[in-house]
């Protein structure tokens, strides 16, 4: 009887690899469209000058930067999300974390083009590593784009490895499953002769849970490294030491958001409402409701700080942030952000699959607002008056930013067909138990 439902598992997981549709192709077409609009873009700013950017003299980091944050936060919550619920030994992880670590791979892939872009003249990026040269030139560590490069490049490593990590015993049943030579000599390589003997999964486990145990506290020291890149300056609005929290609470919440706005159209695709039922979407809302609260708790403690004491650069930003030029993304931030996720205090939108798809984007809007907010506000109204000055995205970096999700899906999509989505081993170690 176990055997049958283990096979049953199996079939229902793998045979939905290498199938194409035409709804797929949809999605794959649309997702390379916005790709190849953000490398033209990125191309046409190579040949003309960064000044297309829409660049201004007070606001010099603007979008890039902000699709830089936004990403490194989808990034983040990522592997956080597996790595966390599996030392909780969450059993609803299993429905999620496949999506979750393929999501921080790509993302994290995505945000680190981002400061390369941000630098104009992007075949010059080498400058940012620190390797030994003719030149006799050791790059500034005191520039926070090289504190990204470092917390970019380690993270990319372990989240890579803890998602390799992750799907090796479900490549040993994918080359298994799999007769045809081509399939099953791709999954033999990759799963390393993976055999499922006794010492084998004792390896596996330990290595597993070293990794989950490595993997969490570097997700929060490395995302605080990123909320530094604007709390070591002086400027209003971003010298303060509520960032490192407050950043990494957004992280765990944007991720949570992306991770539902991927898996409800999947779900659904590859026919997997028997594996990812209301409950688990229902204990993941949960994830969501709570991180919401923190992130509007810190925007309160935000204002609270700024108007309890007597820096009048501090309150007069503050007020141009929630009254000024950037008055509508501030009141959508909050919208998004604060206001529409009190709705899963009720139980049954919790389990509302559709109405949690709508509010995950709605989330997704608000986090990228945030992050716009944060970066551009501070910019425009430094200490000196004089200084002062507006922004808006120009039509470049808008392409640019649709290009960056083009690059994320288009990822993601060829990932679907290729690699398991859901964790077949774990999902079998919940039917034993």
């Not at 970066?375 to 200084?387: E, G, K, Q």
């Amino acid at each position: 009887m176990m055997k049958e439902k283990f096979e049953k598992i199996e079939r229902d997981i793998l045979t939905i690899l290498w199938k194409v549709d035409r709804f797929y192709i949809l999605c794959l077409t649309v997702s390379l469209f916005m790709l190849l609009l953000g490398a033209f873009s990125c191309a046409y700013q190579i040949a003309r000058g960064i000044g297309v950017s829409g660049k201004t003299n007070p606001v010099g980091w603007k979008v890039y930067i902000t699709n830089f944050v936004f990403w490194v936060g989808i990034a983040h919550s990522g592997t956080l999300i597996s790595a966390v619920l599996f030392l909780l030994r969450a059993k609803f992880r299993s429905r999620f974390n496949r999506s979750a670590e393929a999501m921080t791979v790509f993302a994290i892939l995505v945000a680190g083009l981002f400061p390369m872009i941000h630098l104009g003249r992007v075949w010059k990026f080498f400058w940012l590593l620190p390797y030994p040269n003719q030149r006799h030139l050791w790059v500034n560590f005191k520039s926070p784009l090289i504190w990204d490069v470092f917390a970019v490049s380690t993270y990319l490593t372990v989240s890579l490895i803890f998602f390799y990590v992750g799907m090796i015993p479900d490549l040993a049943i994918a080359a298994r499953y799999y007769k045809d030579k081509i399939r099953n000599f791709f999954y033999k390589i990759l799963s390393l002769g993976f055999r499922g003997t006794e010492r084998e999964w004792n390896n596996y486990n330990q290595l597993y849970l070293y990794l989950a145990a490595f993997a969490t506290p570097l997700v929060v020291s490395v995302h605080s490294v990123v909320s530094w890149d604007f709390a070591m300056s002086i400027l209003p609005g971003w010298h303060t030491t509520i960032f490192a929290p407050y950043f990494v609470a957004g992280a765990i919440f944007s991720g949570s958001a992306m991770v539902i706005t991927l898996t409800v159209p999947l779900r659904k695709i590859l026919k997997l409402e028997n594996y990812i039922r209301k409950e688990h979407f229902d204990d993941l809302s949960k994830i969501l409701l709570f991180t919401s609260l923190i992130v509007t708790y810190s925007y309160i403690v935000e204002f609270y700080l700024a108007f309890y004491g007597e820096n009048p650069f501090e309150k007069e930003l503050f007020r141009f942030r929630a009254m000024g030029d950037t008055k509508i993304y501030f009141w959508i931030m909050i919208l998004c952000n604060s206001i529409f996720p009190l709705t899963l205090f009720v139980s049954r939108l919790r389990r509302n699959i559709p109405y949690l798809f709508v509010l995950s984007i709605f989330v997704n809007i608000g986090m990228w607002y945030e992050r716009f907010v944060i970066v551009t506000s501070s910019l425009s109204r430094d200490y000196n008056p004089y200084a002062w000055g507006g922004y808006a995205p120009s039509l470049i970096e808008i392409g640019l930013t649709l290009g960056s999700f083009g690059l994320f899906f288009t990822l993601y999509l060829i990932f679907i067909k290729i690699f398991p989505f859901l964790s077949i081993t774990e999902i079998k170690e919940e039917e034993i138990n």
